[in-house]
């Protein structure tokens, strides 16, 4: 079955960096679409990277230029690498997988069925 394990969360104060990574099993990995999402505690779970085996990649506003997903398919793992972290990056960060997800929805929590257990990251001031 489909297995997702992320690992690289920390704590890091603001300004700093850090790689998160989502090791991917039981499916094929370099065709589904894969994104990172986060969720902060009383808040919902937003995404922050979406991408389609090598193709489109999607970022919201609020990381856009500071976050970049990129993905090894000969090793079956998804990477996140987060730069100019901020105070408000603070959450758990998970990332996600699925056959297929419509273009306009490639950030969309509810299109994605597989979740890992999720990693936390914590930026201080």
């Known amino acids: 079955q489909v297995q997702l394990v992320e690992s690289g969360g920390g704590s890091v104060q603001a300004g700093g960096s850090l790689r998160l990574s989502c090791a991917a099993s039981?499916?094929?990995?370099?065709?589904?679409?894969m994104a990172w999402f986060r969720q902060a505690p009383g808040k919902e779970r937003e995404g922050v990277a979406a991408?389609?085996?090598?193709?489109?990649?999607t970022y919201p506003d609020s990381v856009k230029g500071r976050f970049t997903i990129s993905q090894d398919n000969a090793k079956n793992t998804l990477y996140l690498d987060m730069n100019s972290l901020k105070t408000e990056d603070t959450a758990m960060y998970y990332c996600?997988?699925?056959?297929?997800?419509?273009?306009?929805?490639?950030?969309?929590?509810?299109?994605?069925?597989?979740w890992g257990q999720g990693t936390q990251v914590t930026v201080s001031s």
């Open positions: 996600a997988a699925e056959p297929f997800v419509p273009a306009h929805s490639l950030l969309d929590r509810s299109e994605y069925r597989y």
């Open positions: 991408v389609k085996s090598y193709g489109e990649i």
């Open positions: 039981g499916y094929p990995f370099g065709n589904y679409y």
